[in-house]
């Protein structure tokens, strides 16, 4: 053997050597270490298996990856209230400094006087009144830098943590597990599309361009020097709840997914029209039961219903009969939170 | 020296050979060799360069880097018609044949006479119910099906080729140097958005989520199986020109892009919010004014204006005063077609 033979072989033995221990210790390292093992951890390993092995029948063009990912009550905590709600309760203050008219008008006056119990029982006509004169008004980029400065400094009740801190653990990873495997995770949310896209990267890796959420118009204008901006409008232009989640995802993403995460009746057509599917399709329904680390409510569990986040009866059945993968907090989830390990 | 530390240093030698031989090949090869020497050719070059150089003040992360492209003039041929309007054109008699009360009214009658002098002076009005009736009533599916029989098999009046094969080589190159430089490619088009993600990732390697466009609702229903399916309605959701493309990019994509390129005053407004963005921006705006190869048109050339892909006087002054780069197809383009070479 010459010499540069001789090197080249060992060469290619030291490539081949690192490559076989390198895919032991991937094949070793388990992708959700927060979930415990049963059949919604199965069920999400071999649907990455299957659609991403070239010699199954199942195989999913890397393309024709799509995952997509309802956010409250599903990537985070969306008890007692919507952190957009707080967002938006917490800036009426600001907005009435702008338009003192309003101090004097439902509901902004109950908002104002701070009284817990009466805004809690707040309609929902009065909550949208809220959602659209504090959403709209400025321009997007200063809207973004709001939330995030809010963002900073908002606390939960309960964990007194900021509301970036309250997703879940398995969540994070199974995005990661997906992308991972080259699937695009896209969040598909009811909440404001704008509100979403100001940290969705920073907390879940998801960029801007793959949060789709129901969404208000902007208008293109000019500032005093003449540089052209966008302002949010009080306009509704999609409402990412219910059909409309399957409408926005052709609008916004335009092809099918092969796997959609919910956990509430809003999602129900998502996670339908996912795993109606041709091929191999993965629907997950994630069930709140777990009283003691998060909270336990909804019919399906012969609890109460709550304001937000139902997951009904009906949807619990027909998850069954779809074949759509229930996860249980309480007996799926190791850890919830990241700050509990 | 001992023969592991030989063989390694002899196995990072030849990979660094490697690494260098492949750097210099690429210095070496013109990423854009349709495209002449010339200014229009080097504030590309120098573009690129600079927003993905890590030591240049000019830096644009990876994850910011956005590029936009009008589809209709700027990508492929618009002349004489759009061949979105042709395609809905060809589609009457199937509609009417489902409608037969629609032969009766204008104007579908007039489309039903093939006559052609009057089919050329139907008014904006007439174009738009046309477009309204065509491209609505049928599955998401079958309509991409559709497009997609359709492209096959129709032919360009001029060049009697497929409407696919009237691409610009230049452009192709310059969306292909853009992704090798890791920009994300978007098209964002006056133009349906169904209608271009049903050819877009084939022919532009731009896949349907990087397609914006103008676009009407969708509405989730069942069919006779109880299988959900999304069917196109005549209700008009984005109007994709002029101050409707920033908007739409704000929507779509929720960035403002580094790199936009357009021919006409439908994208005045996504030219200028592009280069109004902080840092280096490129906008760049395609003349049309070769009439031997291609067509030469609009007031910029003291050419009378056409009812396609505008350019004015007015937009023409503006790209000159804010620094918009213009591209002349005559002289800036050593190839405009691929079948030419």
Redesign the interface.
């Known amino acids: 053997m010459k010499l540069v033979a001789r090197?080249v072989s060992?060469?290619v033995s030291?490539v081949a050597a690192a490559f076989v221990v390198s895919t032991l210790a991937l094949a070793e390292t388990d992708p959700l270490p927060s979930w415990n093992d049963g059949t919604a951890k199965q069920a999400i390993i071999n649907f990455v298996q299957a659609t991403t092995d070239k010699a199954s029948a199942k195989f999913v063009t890397p393309?024709e990856r799509?995952a997509t990912f309802d956010q409250d009550g599903t990537l985070w905590v969306s008890h007692p209230m919507y952190t957009q709600v707080v967002y938006c309760l917490d800036r009426v203050p600001e907005v009435v400094k702008a338009r003192p008219a309003l101090a004097k008008v439902e509901p902004f006056k109950t908002v104002l006087s701070g009284d817990r119990e009466k805004i809690s029982k707040l309609s929902i006509n009065d909550l949208l009144r809220i959602l659209e004169v504090t959403l709209s008004g400025m321009s997007?980029d200063a809207f973004r830098i709001d939330v995030q400065k809010w963002l900073d400094v908002a606390r939960h009740p309960r964990w007194e943590r900021p509301y970036t801190e309250l997703t879940y653990l398995p969540m994070i990873e199974l995005l990661r597990y997906l992308r991972s495997n080259g699937y695009?995770t896209y969040i598909v949310t009811g909440g404001g599309?704008?509100f979403v896209?100001a940290y969705a990267?920073k907390v879940y890796g998801v960029?801007?361009?793959q949060?789709v959420g129901t969404?208000g118009?902007?208008?293109?204008g000019y500032d005093k020097y003449g540089?052209?901006f966008?302002t949010k409008e009080p306009r509704l232009?999609l409402n990412d709840n219910n059909?409309g989640k399957?409408?926005a995802i052709?609008?916004?993403?335009?092809?099918r997914p092969y796997a959609a995460f919910g956990n509430s009746t809003g999602d129900r057509?998502m996670l339908?029209?996912t795993k109606?599917g041709e091929g191999e399709r993965l629907s997950m329904l994630l069930l709140h039961d777990d009283a003691t680390r998060e909270y336990a409510y909804g019919p399906a569990l012969g609890l109460p219903d709550t304001k937000v986040g139902a997951l009904t009866q009906a949807l619990y059945e027909e998850a069954r009969r779809q074949g759509w993968i229930v996860i249980s907090m309480k007996n799926d989830w190791q850890h919830i939170f990241a700050f509990e390990k």
Do not use: F, N, W
Not at 250 to 255: A, C
């Open positions: 090197i060992v060469c030291a393309e799509i997007v695009k599309q704008d896209r990267e960029p801007p361009e949060v969404a118009g902007t208008s293109y540089h052209p966008l232009l059909a399957p409408e052709h609008l916004m993403i335009g092809r057509e339908e029209y109606a």
